[in-house]
């Protein structure tokens, strides 16, 4: 199979490594990629809306599987566009349809789809500039702490909890009066605050049938003993020790099931994803989130553990045969920590020259996934972001695959380099 992943993260770079490893994977290209994509497969310079582009490639390429990594094409319709094309009519497209991708690209779409479904979330409510005063007035008389959400996406910026009333109208004038994330916050949704652990669950799909592939505990924030500004994740740890067989059934009752059979009763085309965000309150699952492809930095952590082959798993999708798949996991425990650059999640500087990576000695069952690196005009590896690279590694307990990953991390450098010391710490 010629395969195509698009995307450019630590995300794709684990894909890549995943993916190359199938015995169905004649040739593996990346759009745009990385410097660590570039080890499992080939780089092309392509834009991830450039749907046109995309889909020459795709036929000059001869591609038989995209794998699409990022939510915006998904959430802008490129399953519709690349299936209407009748050259590629019979390519494996791991994406949901645009329709479908209204789980992630419209908060409003998916507390309605819960809603409809009876899947456990929290109240909400929904305001736009046409009913303004009707929100304040709400956000006023709402307990605290109080939850506002951008209706659409918004970078993984656009979720705020107010600790106080006068933050909530704050927050809620700037997204609505003030446009802060465009066209994203002319609706935005308020939810009670849930009080519990965030955990997240990935199913793979083919709308009807399902497969869970893995779950994982993300750190969102900067600082030690989560502490400081939210992130886009600062480390993973997977399997979670509470999210045994008992609490992942309630997910699969209460959550998965009636996500799936909504999916069918709604018509919504889906291949590909789904991203649980979940919120264990008190051994109750609830959804916080819907996202419709893999998370990241949970990819760099889930799929070290997944034992079965990624791309076989692509095509039982794809042919009716998801159900019948046998999902197997290492029995050992992983966990992912994210080196990031000085200043991030605030400003920080890219360009950065990465010293000693090529003489880093590690284990086998540990990984380096490049999630912001580049190849800079004098072919040094350079950081290109905030998030610069994630290390996964594999222990007999998650204190020991820390200590692993924070082992190689003394190895690496580049000028004002983080990362948190303490993932994992409340499972010590």
């Known amino acids: 199979m010629n395969i195509l992943l698009l995307g450019s993260g630590g995300r794709e770079n684990a894909l890549a490594w995943k993916m ?56 802008k319709g490129i399953y519709d566009f690349l299936k209407n094309t009748e050259e590629l009519k019979n390519m494996v497209i791991v994406a949901p349809s645009a329709a479908a991708s209204q789980l992630e690209g419209s908060k409003a779409f998916a507390k309605e789809f819960m809603q409809k479904n009876n899947i456990p979330t929290a109240a909400y409510a929904e305001f736009t500039i046409d009913n303004y005063e009707d929100g304040r007035t709400y956000l006023q008389q709402h307990s605290l702490p109080i939850v506002l959400k951008a209706d659409g996406l918004a970078a993984g910026k656009g979720v705020v909890i107010c600790e106080s009333h006068s933050q909530a109208l704050d ?28 955990v997240s669950v990935f199913v793979l799909t083919d709308g009807k049938d399902y497969q869970i592939i893995g779950h994982a505990k993300d750190y969102k924030r900067i600082g030690e003993g989560d502490t400081g500004l939210n992130t886009g994740g600062m480390g993973c740890v997977s399997p979670v020790p509470f999210m045994n067989d008992v609490f992942m059934q309630k997910v699969d009752e209460k959550i998965i099931k009636p996500t799936i059979q909504g999916l069918q009763n709604d018509h919504l085309i889906y291949n590909g994803f789904v991203f649980l965000g979940l919120m264990n309150c008190n051994g109750q699952p609830y959804v916080i989130e819907y996202n419709c492809r893999l998370g990241d930095p949970e990819t760099e952590v889930i799929l070290p553990r997944l034992e079965t082959d990624l791309v ?117």
């Open 20 to 75: 190359q490893q199938s015995h169905h994977c004649s040739q593996l290209f990346i759009a745009p990629g990385n410097p660590g994509t570039a080890a499992y497969g080939t780089n092309v310079a392509l834009t991830l809306l450039d749907f046109e582009a995309i889909k020459q490639f795709c036929i000059d390429n001869k591609i038989q599987l995209v794998m699409v990594g990022p939510e915006e094409p998904l959430v």
């Open 171 to 198: 927050v809620f004038e700037e997204m609505i009066v003030n446009k802060q994330f465009g066209n994203a916050s002319s609706k935005v949704v308020v939810e009670e605050f849930l009080q519990g652990i965030e």
């Open 312 to 428: 076989s798993l692509f095509a039982a999708m794809d042919n009716g045969t998801l159900i019948d798949a046998n999902i197997e996991y290492n029995e050992g425990f992983f966990t992912t920590v994210m080196a990031v650059s000085a200043g991030y999640p605030g400003d920080y500087k890219k360009n950065v020259l990465i010293s000693q990576l090529a003489n880093v000695s590690m284990e086998k069952t540990s990984f380096i996934f490049h999630a912001g690196t580049k190849i800079d005009a004098e072919n040094n590896l350079v950081t290109n972001g905030g998030r610069v690279m994630a290390i996964t590694s594999q222990g007999n307990s998650i204190k020991e695959s820390v200590e692993k990953g924070k082992q190689i991390l003394s190895q690496i450098n580049f000028e004002g380099m983080y990362f948190r010391s303490d993932i994992g710490y409340e499972f010590e």
